[in-house]
């Protein structure tokens, strides 16, 4: 058999749970509402689908936070880079690995980063028409926001478009041709 096309799965990793679905800390959202400044302690609610699914607190230090989540403290590290115009950028380092990460993820009860966790992105286990698909919507947002956009960029993104959406129409086409041809041999 074939290692690549556009078969189901194309073999990309669609049984993992993906990031999208998993409960995660993000440094920068911690960073931008206060949570990692030193002697604070702030609630954290992880929502999914307007519910919150979990609650904590995380309790800054100055080298590391612990978040409470019921009954277990998790310790996670921090770190920071200078930027080239002044100032820093904050980091988590990993529990487990101990790379620095700007995201950690929550499974099997301990944050971790993504690829100690197995954990992919949705965009990895879809197949060409997914990607396609995928694309086609991202630029029909950006084309929708357009004067969000500097007047250069809004003809390249225009042009763009136009090519995925031509090529979008004609997988759609072939698609229903397949269909229309099912039906017609009975099959």
Avoid at 21 to 28: E, G, K, P, Y
Avoid at 48 to 54: H, K, S, T
Avoid at 95 to 105: A, D, E, K, V
Avoid at 151 to 159: Q, T, Y
Wanted: charged letters at 20%; a positive charge; aromatic letters at 10%.
């Amino acid at each position: 058999m074939a290692k690549s096309g556009s078969r189901l799965g194309a073999g990309r990793p669609a049984h993992r749970l993906k990031a999208e679905n998993a409960s995660a800390l993000d440094v920068a959202y911690l960073s931008r509402h206060g949570h990692l400044d030193a002697g604070n302690w702030k609630r954290l609610y992880w929502q999914q689908y307007g519910e919150v699914q979990m609650e904590g607190l995380v309790k800054a230090f100055d080298d590391h936070i612990t978040v409470d989540i019921g009954l277990s403290t998790h310790w996670i590290g921090l770190t920071q880079t200078p930027c080239h115009l002044g100032g820093y950028r904050r980091w988590f380092i990993c529990p487990m690995c101990s790379n620095r990460m700007g995201m950690l993820y929550m499974r099997h009860g301990r944050f971790a980063c993504r690829q100690c966790q197995r954990i992919s992105y949705q965009s990895q286990s879809g197949d060409a028409e997914d990607r396609l698909i995928w694309q086609y919507h991202t630029l029909l947002h950006k084309i929708s926001n357009k004067k969000l956009q500097p007047l250069r960029s809004r003809a390249r993104i225009s042009n763009k478009f136009l090519e995925v959406a031509w090529q979008y129409d004609a997988m759609l086409d072939e698609a229903m041709s397949r269909i229309v041809m099912a039906a017609a041999t009975g099959c």
